[in-house]
């Protein structure tokens, strides 16, 4: 009989896990909360650098782990150690026995309307990142008007941010946003597009180019200033207000439609979870890797491993790169060498 | 009755007539000097008030309820206030009692005013009347009643949570001389006057106490000592008296009638605000209420401690204890004596000099109330609302769906209301944005000015002169418009804990209209401490020092004290609070008026005015 | 003085070796948290007061770092503290200012 081994999460780390642990002859049993697989890439458009469709991505993973076990809208109760392993007990009432355990939890999105003077779910215009998203995979949204004449993108909304609880960076925001104001400004031609940033982190393969496309090619307007305060004009357009640090001055804009760029934060559920079955937790709040250089996949406890972004922010290709690599460091474990 | 001693007097008398005379003349002598240190429209003010039957009635009751029956005590806690007053109370009628037994037996004897204090010692009963013995039941009741309360003391110093206290103040050393001579006095006078029963007579505690003694002891040789004991406790304690928190006792006679004839401290160091700081009882019921004391290193941050850093002159802890300090006004609404902590510290940092000479003569009066097309009744956000965008939104919306023709004057924004400035101490420099703020909201022509922010609505209330602008809090305005009619109300079952301002309670004394309002249109659910307790939020601007970290476990504390109440979400009143707590809260908080605009509906006819 | 038609002006570089930076030092003392600054310009985009004076904490903090006089920038602060409400590295912008009147005495 082959040997169980139990994935925490069905995003993309998950199910590129389930599909490695396949290939090496293991029973991978995936438990996922939602009703669907594919976590929060399933809800994305279209991914950079190659702007692929991430539905692809999405359906090729789920037909490589069609013989996996999947559990959907099923939580974890409990994990209780044995001498030899876990025994992991699932709110259907099944509890599996296995020698390891895959955490892939993955992240947060941060709740935008906790940043209350950027006014989302206050104001009419303001969406985020992700709702742009759903949109360009057709779902309707009255918030973004059919003309509009500008549009602003602010990075790190819950990123960097010590008083939204985050002081780390989110990585991908600054990508994200030059890859969406490139998208949007290919369905509005006409609308001026503003990012707000701090820093612009571009850092990864072909990013730089985007950032040049988007300046050449788009005219998309740089703007270096944090928005701080979001109002309405009489005439229900928006008015943010930021410093243009460049030239020194406070600066407003009206504007039609506002992304906010929420950022990847911790599950505070997670942590809680895990604190039980004495994982260690980081300080920023995701789950601990053995160390950050060598042992990414693995936890303080043996038999337990990480893939994703329930350590940290990642981009998909770095996700996808440690759910190999936590395979193999599972099979290396089960093997016991 | 007749004299024992023909003379009148007994060398015993001495230690006591000695203390007695030295803080006789101590407190004479900073009665004047402070009297002196006020400046003279507050003296006359003073004066005034000592003449006018309304006040002098109102100082007798209140001299009355606080410093001897200790009422705020017994609301806070039965066990504290029965040990305070009795303690003060029964002090108090012994001393009365004992000046009536002089009269009525001895009136001759009158003048000496050790007199009545050791009557015992130097009378013989001769015959029992109904008058001398009801007297000296008396005297025994009230001596129990004290000794009741020094027994408590004691307790409550090994066990002070019995009554309602997780911390007291540490006792200093004068404080404890002043305690132990305290405690010694009542059970060295119940000896004294129990080895004399026999000879000038007693009664339910006395007399049986000293035919105990006589059968073992059989003689009268431990009379004089125990006498002399008593007296020089006594003359001890008087002595200590000004150096120690038992100050407190001639000072708070000070305080109500200068609290009430409407005095405000005016220097930090000198006059209403020396008698404040003397008036403190260090009792250390603010310890447990101070927001700040859920951080460890913060306990000694609070009001009890910076009287006692006032008194000793230690600048440098005086500068901290006066930065940190939150101003939220718990520990002056808690205080038995309303020792009045943040007016005191406001003054303490307005002592310091400000390099930094602000010109607000650039500000351009067109800033404001440019979005200014609309009727005689003006909005004003304030600053901090434009952090928090649901307020003025809901706010405005509100008057719209009321039909009201409103502008609001700071949409685009406006200055300052001042009161940030006023709290760092900058009172010049306050007054100076005042005027200027005053100056634009005239030029609005606005008959009736809403305000929601309650940081704005104490300083408007306080410091504004707006003679023909009815300047109203939202919850009020709001509260008279669905009475007549022109917003209707739907009541929906989710339950809200109201988190108190404190700048609009224990600010503006807004307590019941905000749940009134609320309970119009949601279930409510009390916090833990409420009302005149509630606990500060921890983002508040009174603070000059305290960094974002420190106050995370305030606003976390402050936080539980709501879930307490197992409400679904939380309402509150201010921009400050609802963005401090949004930071760590579990569930919705939202501002009132935000509450009420989803249960409010257009009253039909108001939609064909418009 | 004969006119040439130009002036001799002061150089239009920082010299880092010569911006004395001592009130800085003393500031950061005071205000450690004042380091921790990324100049994202939030205080400056909320400020009550810049549209009047052109105030900015950000602008005080840079200009303490490269010597120069930074009164100017505060003369219209009402020290109302919306920028420390939205100073995202949590700097006490407030206490910043109180402490660095403090220097000028």
């Not at chain 2, 001393?95 to 015992?120: D, K």
């Amino acid at each position: 009989m082959k040997e169980n081994v139990v994935i925490i999460g069905g995003g993309i780390a998950g199910m590129e896990a389930a599909r490695q642990l396949l290939l090496l002859g293991y029973t991978p049993i995936i438990v996922e909360k939602k009703d669907h697989l594919g976590g929060h890439v399933a809800r994305w458009h279209k991914l950079f650098p190659d702007m692929a469709p991430a539905g692809d991505l999405v359906r090729r993973l789920s037909e490589a782990i069609s013989e996996a076990n999947i559990f959907l809208e099923t939580r974890i109760t409990s994990i209780n150690r044995l001498s030899n392993g876990y025994v992991v007990m699932l709110s259907n009432g099944v509890s599996i026995p296995c020698r390891a355990v895959l955490g892939a939890s993955g992240f947060r999105l941060f709740d935008a309307s906790k940043k209350e003077e950027y006014g989302y779910g206050v104001y009419n215009h303001v969406i985020t990142n992700s709702d742009l998203e759903a949109w360009f995979n057709g779902a309707e949204d009255p918030r973004i008007v059919a003309d509009p004449k500008a549009v602003g993108f602010v990075h790190c909304v819950g990123s960097r941010d010590l008083k939204a609880g985050n002081s780390q960076c989110s990585k991908v925001c600054c990508m994200t946003a030059v890859k969406q104001a490139i998208e949007l400004k290919e369905r509005f031609p006409d609308a001026r597009i503003y990012c707000f940033y701090m820093d612009l982190r571009l850092f990864g393969k072909k990013y730089e180019d985007f950032y040049i496309n988007a300046q050449q090619e788009y005219g998309i307007q740089f703007i270096r200033g944090r928005v701080s305060e979001v109002g309405e004009t009489a005439e229900e357009r928006l008015q943010v207000k930021a410093e243009d640090t460049l030239s020194g001055k406070p600066l407003k804009v009206q504007l039609d439609l506002l992304v906010l760029m929420s950022g990847m934060v911790c599950n505070p559920e997670v942590a809680e979870f895990a604190r039980t079955i004495r994982l260690d937790v980081d300080s920023d709040g995701f789950l601990k890797s053995l160390d950050n250089v060598g042992g990414i996949n693995r936890s303080n406890q043996p038999g337990f491993f990480y893939a994703g972004a329930c350590t940290g922010t990642k981009t998909v290709p770095e996700t996808l790169a440690e759910a190999r690599a936590a395979a193999l460091d599972i099979h290396r474990y089960l093997l016991g060498k | 009755m007749i004299d024992r001693i023909p003379s009148g007097f007994h060398p015993f008398v001495l230690p006591f007539l000695a203390g007695m005379i030295f803080v006789l003349s101590y407190c004479v002598y900073g009665i004047i000097k402070i009297l002196v240190q006020l400046p003279g429209e507050d003296r006359r003010r003073f004066y005034l008030s000592l003449v006018t039957p309304k006040t002098v009635l109102k100082n007798i009751r209140d001299i009355f309820c606080d410093c001897l029956f200790h009422v705020k005590l017994w609301k806070r806690n039965r066990l504290l206030g029965y040990m305070h007053s009795s303690i003060a109370f029964g002090w108090f009628m012994l001393i009365v009692l004992g000046h009536v037994e002089v009269i009525l037996f001895l009136p001759h004897r009158i003048r000496l005013f050790y007199y009545p204090i050791f009557f015992n010692y130097f009378v013989a009963e001769t015959d029992s009347t109904i008058q001398g013995s009801l007297l000296f039941f008396l005297m025994d009741f009230f001596l129990l009643v004290v000794l009741s309360g020094i027994v408590l003391a004691m307790v409550k110093r090994v066990r002070s949570r019995l009554f309602g206290m997780r911390r007291t103040a540490r006792p200093s050393l004068t404080n404890q001389i002043g305690l132990y001579c305290l405690w010694a006095i009542f059970p060295l006078r119940l000896l004294a006057e129990s080895f004399t029963a026999h000879i000038s007579g007693g009664s339910f505690l006395t007399v049986p106490a000293n035919w105990v003694f006589r059968q073992f002891l059989g003689n009268d040789l431990n009379m004089l000592p125990t006498w002399w004991a008593y007296s020089i406790v006594l003359g001890v304690f008087m002595v200590v008296l000004p150096f120690s928190r038992y100050m407190h006792i001639p000072a708070e006679m000070m305080l109500i009638p200068m609290r009430n004839a409407g005095l405000k401290i005016r220097n930090a160091r000198k006059g209403f605000a020396r008698v404040q700081v003397y008036s403190c009882p260090n009792c250390g019921v603010c310890i447990d209420a101070c927001p700040m004391s859920v951080n460890k290193a913060n306990i000694k941050d609070c009001t009890v401690y910076l009287t006692r850093q006032l008194r000793r002159g230690n600048e440098r802890r005086i500068t901290e204890i006066s930065d940190k300090c939150l101003l939220c006004g718990k520990c002056q609404a808690v205080c038995q004596v309303g020792v009045d902590g943040p007016g005191i510290r406001i003054l303490n940092r307005a002592e310091r000099n400000y390099a930094l000479k602000p010109d607000y003569s650039s500000i351009d009066g067109t800033a404001i109330g440019r979005a200014s097309a609309g009727g005689r009744v003006a909005y004003y956000g304030g600053c901090m609302t434009q952090l928090v965008p649901s307020i003025g939104r809901s706010v405005t919306s509100l008057l719209e769906k009321a039909g009201i023709d409103y502008r609001w004057i700071d949409r685009d924004g406006g200055i300052c209301c001042g009161r940030p400035m006023w709290t760092a101490g900058r009172l010049k420099e306050a007054e100076e944005i005042v005027r200027k703020n005053e100056e634009l909201i005239r030029a609005t022509g606005a008959v009736t000015l809403v305000v929601s922010c309650p940081i704005c609505y104490r300083m408007f209330r306080e410091s504004y002169h707006l003679p023909d602008i009815e300047v109203v809090h939202y919850v009020p305005y709001i509260q008279a418009l669905i009475a007549e009619g022109k917003l209707q109300v739907e009541h929906d079952d989710i339950c809200y804990a109201y988190h108190d301002p404190c700048e609009l309670g224990r600010g503006c004394q807004l307590y019941e209209e905000p749940r009134q309002l609320l309970s119009q249109v949601v279930r409510l659910s009390e916090a833990e401490k409420n009302r005149a307790e509630s606990v500060c939020c921890g983002g508040s601007l009174g603070s000059l020092s305290l960094s974002f970290a420190q106050r995370e476990n305030m606003t976390r504390a402050a936080l539980e004290n709501l879930y307490h109440s197992k409400a679904d979400a939380i309402a509150t009143a201010c921009p400050l609070c609802q963005a401090t707590f949004s930071r760590y809260a579990d569930r919705p908080v939202r501002d009132i008026a935000e509450i009420v605009d989803l249960h409010a509906k257009a009253n039909k006819q108001n939609k064909q005015a418009i | 003085m004969m006119d040439f038609g130009f002036k001799l002006s002061k150089s239009a570089t920082i010299d880092l070796d010569r911006a004395g930076t001592e009130r800085y030092e003393k500031l950061c003392a005071l205000s450690p948290d004042a380091r921790t600054c990324m100049a994202c310009g939030s205080c400056s985009a909320t400020c009550t007061a810049a549209s009047f004076s052109g105030m900015s904490v950000r602008k005080v903090i840079l200009g303490l770092q490269r010597g120069q006089d930074v009164r100017p920038l505060l003369s219209a602060c009402m020290l109302c503290g919306k920028c420390t409400l939205v100073c995202p590295r949590g700097i006490n912008t407030r206490r910043l200012i109180l402490n660095l009147s403090k220097s000028y005495d």
